[in-house]
């Protein structure tokens, strides 16, 4: 596959402002385990190769087992991961799938449940980041850092 633009170079100015809001999303304060798998959630669910492959790298290189990251995809069927990471799982797939069911009432409390309203709003925007990055690295074929693999 090859890039079709490349988009920093295209829009430096508003692309200087997405890495600006995606800085302040990673020093926010929610857990950074915990912005690992919302970013890989939402990648796997928008398709983006290229995000699923950096988020997936990133979080086995701040400590995060293979096996949670293999799980992400059918997180609801495993036991692997806390109410709170349970929540805010719901959460991402809630907002990024948001055209298709809203967000309902019944979640939103659910939520509620793990996380302080602040966090909440903090959690939302990190998903608008990823899925931001999602609808430029998809639509554009954003290059892998890393070369394709060879087929089997």
């Known amino acids: 596959m090859k890039q079709r633009l490349q988009f920093f170079a295209k829009a ?3 692309m200087k402002a997405v890495s600006a809001l995606n800085k302040a999303v990673d020093e926010c304060g ?14 796997q ?3 983006c190769s290229f995000c699923v492959d950096m988020h997936s790298r990133e979080a086995r290189q701040d400590g995060e087992s293979e096996q949670r990251l293999y799980l992400v995809a059918a997180w609801k069927e495993s036991p692997l991961f806390s109410e709170r ?4 799982l719901a959460w991402t797939e809630a907002v ?4 298709e069911n809203g967000v309902s009432d019944e979640l939103y409390a659910r939520t509620l ?3 302080s309203e602040e966090e909440l709003v903090k959690l939302s ?10 609808r430029l690295c998809v639509p554009f074929q954003a290059i892998h850092p890393v070369p394709a693999a060879k087929a089997a």
């Open 12 to 14: 430096p100015e508003i």
């Open 96 to 99: 990024t799938k948001i055209s």
């Open 85 to 88: 990471e349970r929540a805010a």
């Open 113 to 115: 449940a793990h996380f």
């Open 30 to 43: 929610l857990e950074v385990s915990l912005l690992h798998l919302i970013k890989l959630r939402a990648s």
């Open 45 to 47: 669910i928008n398709g």
């Open 125 to 134: 925007v990190a998903i608008g980041m990823i899925n931001t990055w999602n």
